[in-house]
């Protein structure tokens, strides 16, 4: 007797890998109609799009596709990241923990806009995207079932690609040596030298190899805190940054280790390369400390660190998120200018600014040679005042000083 009964929709989020591939047959066996999901965030060519769209059908999937979020993931998350200068413990770009959350964001509004009843993940339990993945989801659609086939069975690598040769996936499966998440703000590097504290990731482990070793000048222009152009060519910001990574990764620039507290409580250690993030991030800041004043840096820094802190940990949807969002906004109206950077191997540095913002206007002084906006006397008695405070304390407690 045959069931009239319809199978129960899910969404998978899907990359074409060996988890969440797994997660595609397991859920298809288990009588589910299956609708995958790539959301694209910079880290895919058009040509290996077309690949795990067809790896996808293959599979059984009911209806593979791919979301291109690269501008609307630049003007809701990279901006802010580079008002607020984000480096999570003065390292790390956020490259792929801001990436998974907006992934997650447009997976479960596609599960609600084609009616979904369940949407599925291949994240592990060990790891921080389980948390960012599921965070989302219950936030915006309690009600839609969360399936997590690798998280839920403990499923080792070799039990996952037994399942799948014994379910006639032919595919070969054998694990890279490192592996690689590339996304417009950065390439996450993962090997075995990155479960160690000691091991520096070898030269082979990174996607950019050095292939320029004569210094090259770019210039950075900013225009209210966004990238607006490149070398004197005007481009919309997430342009301007795949192309800087163009010019910049092939200088090998970039690399690094990241190690911090993982939202479940303990250390981890990744490697990254990262070009263009870190120069225009760094020539961002640069610029910043010419335009804007010591408290207005100060403050930024106080909730640049709290804005990365929570969007790592995938809170991106706190209201504080949007309150940060607005301060940060507000703090870049004088950040308009240019920035002279030079590359060479492995390393960058930053030359200089130009900025009709520049605060070091040279008819008030400069710094330790002249002063033009006030006397001698005027310096004496503003120094004076400035310690009346520690005069005071040390007259009062009657402070010795060796």
């Given amino acids: 007797m045959t069931s009239n009964k319809e199978p129960k929709k899910v969404v998978l989020a899907y990359s074409g890998g060996l ?26 060519t058009q040509a290996e799009l077309e690949a795990t769209a067809q790896r996808a059908y293959q599979l059984g999937s009911t209806q593979h596709t791919n979301l291109d979020i690269i501008e609307k993931y630049y003007q809701k998350a990279i901006k802010f990241l580079i008002f607020g200068n984000v480096l999570k413990n003065n390292t790390y770009p956020l490259s792929v923990s801001a990436e998974r959350v907006f992934q997650a964001l447009e997976v479960i509004q596609y599960a609600k806009a084609i ?32 399936i997590t086939p690798i ?41 075995k030298e990155t479960l160690t504290s000691h091991l520096p990731l ?23 805190g966004e990238l607006i152009g490149l070398n004197n060519h005007k481009d919309t910001p997430a342009n301007n940054i795949l192309q800087l ?21 303990i250390k981890g250690r990744v490697g990254f390369e990262a070009a263009a993030p870190l120069i225009i991030i760094k020539a961002h800041h640069l610029l910043e400390k010419h335009v804007l004043t010591k408290w207005q840096q100060y403050w930024k820094e106080q909730l640049g ?20 969002e607005a301060f940060l906004a507000d703090t870049q109206q004088t950040v308009t200018g240019k920035v002279a950077v030079t590359l060479q191997p492995y390393h960058f540095s930053l030359d200089g600014i130009e900025s009709p913002h520049d ?26 005042i400035l310690g009346n405070a520690q005069t005071i304390y040390s007259h009062v407690n009657a402070l010795h000083h060796d």
């Fill in 19 to 44: 988890d969440t591939s797994y997660c595609l047959k397991y859920l298809i066996l288990q009588g589910f109609e299956v609708h995958t999901v790539l959301v694209n965030t910079g880290g895919f």
């Fill in 115 to 146: 009616g979904a009843s369940s949407i599925a993940h291949g994240s592990t339990g060990a790891g921080n995207d389980q948390i960012r993945f599921d965070l989302i989801f219950q936030t915006i659609a309690p009600e839609i079932e969360i």
């Fill in 151 to 191: 998280r839920d069975l403990k499923l080792s690598r070799q039990e996952e690609v037994t399942f799948l040769q014994q379910n006639g996936v032919p595919y070969s499966w054998e694990k890279a040596q490192y592996s690689i998440n590339k996304g417009i703000w950065g390439t996450s590097v993962g090997g």
């Fill in 202 to 224: 070898p030269e082979e482990a990174f996607p950019s190899q050095l292939q320029k070793e004569a210094p090259e000048k770019v210039i950075l222009e900013f225009e209210k």
């Fill in 245 to 265: 990574e163009k010019i910049a990764g092939a200088f090998a620039i970039g690399r690094d280790i990241h190690v911090g507290d993982t939202i479940i409580g």
């Fill in 305 to 324: 660190n709290w804005y990365g802190m929570l969007f790592h940990e995938g809170q991106f949807l706190d209201p504080v998120m949007r309150n940060i």
């Fill in 359 to 384: 605060l070091m206007n040279t008819t008030f002084g400069q710094y330790g040679e002249i002063n033009n906006a006030w006397s001698a006397e005027d310096a004496k008695g503003f120094i004076k």
